[in-house]
Each structure stands twice: as C-alpha cells, then as structure tokens.
C-alpha cells in the first residue's frame, strides 16, 4: 500500500478499516490497537508555563492516546502528539565537553597500541586481530560475554562514513565472528550492536561497533524473538516475519529495496525505530551479511543522519546461529534494528520507568519516518556522508 502523507499513527483505526478483510486479519494475528483520552485541568498558575512550552492550554486538555501491543512478541508503544512538543535543553557542561572528546585523542585514535587483542588468530597481522581498509578489531577491556570484540573505525567522527566503510566495518564484524566460531565451535550466537555516541550508552565518541559471540542459547531477546516465531508457525502456519512485514507494507510502512524489506516498526522500541530484514536464503554463508542488507542499512542510516538530523543511535543485528543447534530457526532471518537516542541537548534521558517495566512510550510518528525513509531509498542515490 502506498504511504498517503495525510495517514498517522492516529489515524490508524482509519487506515485498517480502508484494508481488505484479510489484509485486517493478518493485522488482528499480530497486532492489538487501543485508544484512549487523557484529560488534564490545569490550574491558573501554570498557564503561561504551559502556553510557552506546548503553545497553548487547549493543547494539553484533551490528550489522544494511542497503544499498540505486538501479540506475538508482547512488545508495546504508546503514542501522544503531546509529548513530541518538548523543547531540548541546551548543551551541559558534560555534553560540551563530549563534543569536544569527538575531535580529540583516545584510545580508539591507536587501537593496536593502546587496545587489548583477541585470543584466536594468533598468526595474523596484526596478531590477535581481523585488519580491515579502514577499520581493525579489538578485544572488549570489560567483557559483556566470553567473546566481545570491538571493530574500532579508523574515521574518528561516528557520524562520517560511506557506503565502503560500512561494507568494511561488518565485514570484518563477520570475520571475527568466524575466527572466534572456530576458536570454540560451542560459541555460535552472534550478535552485533552499534551505541553511536554517550548519548546511545557509548563510552568512548571514536567511531566503534561491538560484537559478541554467545554459547547455549541466543541472548534473550533474540531467543523470545524466535520462540514467538515458531509458535506463530505453529498456531497459524504462516511465517511470522513475512507476516509482519506485509502487515507494515498493508499499512504504508514498509516496502522491499533489492529484495530486502525495509519498516517503520508499528511498535518502536524507542523513536525512529527502523527494522531491515534480509532473507536467509540471500546468503552465500550462513549468516553473513549480503550486499542488498549493507546497502539498505547505510541508506536507513543515512537517512537517519542526514535527512531526520540524528545524532545519536543504537543498532542491534539479529543472526541466526553460526552453527547447528538443538531449537529451530526456520525462517528466521538477518535482522537490523535501529533507533534514534535523541538530541545530545535534551537533558533528560528518554528510557524510563515505562520502557524498562511496562511498554515504550513514543513521540515520532511511525508513518512520518517512513515517509522519509520511503523517499531517501527512492532517490537511488547512496551518496557520502563524509
């Protein structure tokens, strides 16, 4: 379904009765949407508080509020055009002195000197390390699980990169991830996790992603992911992942770039989130990452930085094992997700109590970021962003 640039997330009841029946039902199988108004009666006093920060009382009086919970996976978001008001808080002391550490000396500015290598791969050069065109391994000072490397960019700027960069970076995260698979057969998870910047949880600005490589069970997440899947299979015997990208598709949110689908999550974990899936079938090795899954990450990217003026994000690629396990992964493809972390002015921090115990609460509006992903992917045009 084209995306109509007149459809929000709060026209969604809307937009589902104008669906076929089937296209509803497929909705009704993953998907549960509520809506409520919240109400408020502010006092005298706080008026002109109100007015200078939201543009009026009558703006915060009746509040349209949207939930919607994934069934399958149990993840939610909750949606309040008020929210998205706040202004950002100018830049602290702290945040300052971070963009200064962006243009100055780290570790990362000399890996092979001041970072810890990796156990296996002993012989190569440099030792203990995979070398890219413009990047090189590290091993993880404090480790977050057996295996945790880093691949440490030569570009210091997180921000800057291009298409071959990119290439370059998840290359060599794909060799390390063979080298330690070969080190220990029984290390066959494989996660990669990009934090851009402290504002994401990064603890140094220098351009870095991590990867870990996990035994007996994927992590978590991952693992409730393709326990939901399989479940999914079995009640209705559809897949789950094609289902939910056709349900994003029904709705204007999604749409296939080089066979790889690309959404606006209906339920974002936090703002802006994206989801690429790949399909395991598209892949010369089993979990590598293909050409088609590369590009459409850097053009998610680059939409993210040049387009929505993203500063700050965290990435998560999902893979299937590397090796042979007990539990089935039918189906289950390469899949990255991506989400804006907010502008380094805003002081307050934008994961709280409801994020980590309840459900994400939200203030972009899904189907504004696909209609600025939509149009960046149409232009064909990948560009720099050097």
């Not at 009765?17 to 199988?29: A, I, K, P, V």
């Not at 001041?114 to 995979?130: H, I, Q, Y």
């Not at 990047?135 to 699980?145: I, M, P, Q």
Request: charged fraction near 25%; charge should be negative; glycine fraction near 6%.
């Amino acid at each position: 379904m084209p995306l109509d640039s007149s459809h929000n997330i709060f026209s969604l009841a809307d937009v589902l009765f104008s669906l076929t029946d089937e296209r509803q039902t497929r909705f009704g199988r993953i998907f549960h949407l509520s809506t409520t108004v919240g109400q408020v009666v502010p006092p005298k006093a706080m008026e002109d508080w109100i007015t200078e920060r939201f543009g009026g009382v009558e703006v915060v009086g009746d509040q349209y509020v949207i939930k919607v919970t994934n069934q399958v996976t149990m993840e939610g978001a909750l949606f309040n055009e008020v929210r998205s008001l706040h202004p950002p808080r100018p830049l602290s002391p702290e945040q300052a002195a971070e963009a200064a550490e962006a243009e100055g000396d780290d570790p990362f500015c000399d890996p092979e000197t001041l970072t810890p290598a990796d156990t296996f791969s002993r012989e190569s050069d440099p030792p203990g390390r995979v070398r890219g065109q413009y990047c090189v391994t590290a091993s993880s000072l404090v480790k977050l699980d057996g295996y945790h490397g880093l691949v440490v960019f030569d570009e210091h700027d997180p921000l800057r990169f291009t298409q071959d960069q990119l290439n370059d970076y998840l290359e060599v995260a794909w060799r390390w991830a063979e080298l330690a698979h070969q080190e220990d057969p029984q290390a066959r998870y494989y996660l990669v996790i990009w934090n851009c910047r402290p504002r994401a949880a990064a603890t140094v600005v220098h351009g870095h992603l991590q990867m870990l490589l996990t035994r007996d069970v994927h992590y978590p997440k991952i693992e409730a992911w393709r326990r939901a899947a399989e479940t999914y299979r079995q009640t209705y015997g559809e897949d789950y992942f094609s289902d939910l990208f056709e349900v994003h598709a029904d709705l204007g949110l999604g749409f296939v770039s080089e066979g790889t689908r690309v959404m606006a999550s209906l339920t974002p974990v936090k703002e802006r989130e994206i989801v690429i899936m790949g399909d395991v079938d598209d892949y010369a090795r089993p979990g590598a990452f293909s050409g088609a899954f590369k590009r459409a990450l850097f053009r998610a990217l680059d939409t993210f930085i040049n387009r929505m003026d993203v500063t700050a994000f965290n990435i998560a690629i999902y893979s299937p094992p590397l090796g042979e396990t007990s539990e089935a992964w039918q189906g289950f493809p390469i899949i990255a997700r991506l989400v804006d972390r907010g502008h380094p002015g805003d002081g307050a921090s934008d994961v709280g109590a409801m994020e980590l115990y309840a459900a994400s609460v939200i203030k972009t509006d899904p189907f504004r970021v696909a209609e600025v992903l939509r149009a960046n992917f149409l232009e064909n045009e990948v560009g720099s962003m050097e």
